[in-house]
């Protein structure tokens, strides 16, 4: 079991989504073996905050970066916490992760092949074909900048 | 405890309002697919209703009378038609052509408009069935109000003949000034005919005028002869008879004249006489034409006011005399049937009053009636005196109102869902509202403008005026005398400083070092003072 999941079950079911989203991004960004700071700009900067939520919102980066569970068990989660009727905020996830992936202009094998358990986790797509995962991305290009 | 609810709503919007849109959208089908079923259960009403009466006026149901069934199927089509109105309203909210939205319009405004008449029409059949318990006491109300109507109040009654009475006498009055007018208007032209004529004749003129001089002549004549009488008499010598001779003479000759004078008047007044014979025999026709129009339209007149007396006036004048006679049972007919008005109206009261529309008629009448229709309402009014028009009026007014919020409130409600669930609201919700290019920030901004130009008015008006006059004063002039003083004249006075100069001076030291013993001064070594001062 996830101590980090733990840790933050009693808060509202909105901020566990958020946290859920962060734990989801530092993993992505973790899974090749290096968390740039370019990185963390741009997930600060996809999650809109105040600037006295800055700090925690790193610790929480932080935390999701350094925790051991598998990305598949967080998503699993985050899944059961949104419902599977909620499809677009699902392929919203996925675009921002997309996104992180692809803010470094490399996309490294082990950042797609989390993409591709998260897609198919949530349920968003049947198979881990990236050409689907990309074009779930491509919906939501206007507001992550997704090229 | 960490909350990060304000990051959700800001990094996915949608989802703090699409929930909310979606049990719109469910609220709005709920609405819609009610609004079918009413439908529905008219459509099924309508095809019942046909076998029944069908059953009734052939006490055998026939297979082969389709129409009701007919009925039925359009109005199943109606309700049909409520459930294509959430998909119309979200065409219409996505669509990207202007000409697709006004087509989406018109289709929607077409079904809300079937969907209104679906409700009209299922309140129409309750209001109907609920007024029908009432509606029977009422006709017999009615009834009894006719009855007493017709028979009236006796003095009303007879006001009112005395009044028709005096109507008809006064037409007839005015055919008889027709006839005297008629009348006048023959003599008139009788005279003008004459006129006319004796102006038409210039001989006549001149022969009443020749005649007119003869008859001057024949005057002038006989006063000669009574001149020359008077002078026969009056000779007193005259002995020769010469004179009265003379004069006798004379006399003879003028009544010669005299004589042939009277001839040519007489024949002067015979060609008169012929000229006016003739003339009359002349105008004998025009005449004749004339009094006999006169006469002809005379007589219709005539004709006319006899018809009119023996068709209206004496009916109504036996009319009268008889209501006279029969006045006392008359009256008691009237309160019989007043008895039977006042036991009546209790009934209706009775019955009207547990009825909702009737009550909601009243207090419309007694409301909305006094204020927005300028209607006058006695303190007693009841249920009773509530008319047709007041019914359907409330009906209308309250049913036809809720018909037309139910027909369209599910199109409204499905729009507000599809707008809280569109993520392009978020996005035109964070866009400033009033940018400065726009009508409407131009349109407020004229606003600000009109408050300031009045503000500046109202405050420029207020302030007291300051009005510039040159008022001469004297003023005492001082003329300032011009004060001698002594000039103060500085001068510069050198004053001698204190000057310190460093100079080296040799002073002998003992000492027994063999170096400096040993050593010889140069004499011409002088050491020079620097330049510097410190």
Redesign the interface.
Known sequence: MSQLWDK?S???K??I???A?LILSAKLCIADGHFSQVEEDEILK?????KY?RS?LIDILEEGAADKTPIQEDARRLKKLIGPQ?K??LE?IIAVLYRLAEVDHVMSEEELRDIQIVAVEFGVVRAPLMKQIRTIALKFKKKLNIV | ????????????P??TTSPAGKKLIYMAWAIEITVAMVGFTIAYFMVQLGREETLKATSQETSSNVEYYIIGLAFFVVGLMELTKIPLATALYYAARTYWKIIFFIALIAVNFSTFETIIQGFELSYNKRLEVVNIERNKLEKLRDELKTLGTPEILENKLSQEINEIQDKINNLNSEISKIKIEENNALSQLENENATANPKKDALEKKLERELNTLNSYRDEKSKQLLALQSIKSDFTGRKRRAIREEIANIEENIKSQQKLIRNIEDKIENISGNIQSQNIPKINKIKNESTIRINEIRNQITRITNTELNPKQNEKSRLAENETSNNEKIENIQKQIDEQRKIVIDKASSNQIYRLALMIKIGPGQWFFDEEVSEDISEAELTKEDIDKAFWLWFGFLAFIISIIGTLVAFAGLHLMDERMHEIRNKPIIRKNTFFYRFSKMFVLINRYLASLITSTLKPKTIEKIVEKKVKVEVEKPVYEEKIVYQKVEVPKEVTRKEIVHVPLWTQDPDLLSKQIDPSFVEKPSKKKK
């Open positions: 933050y009693r808060a509202d909105q901020t989504v958020i946290i989203v996809i999650i809109p905050h105040e939520q925690l909620n677009p905020f919203f | 405890m960490v909350n990060l609810n304000n990051i959700f709503n800001k990094f996915y949608k989802a």
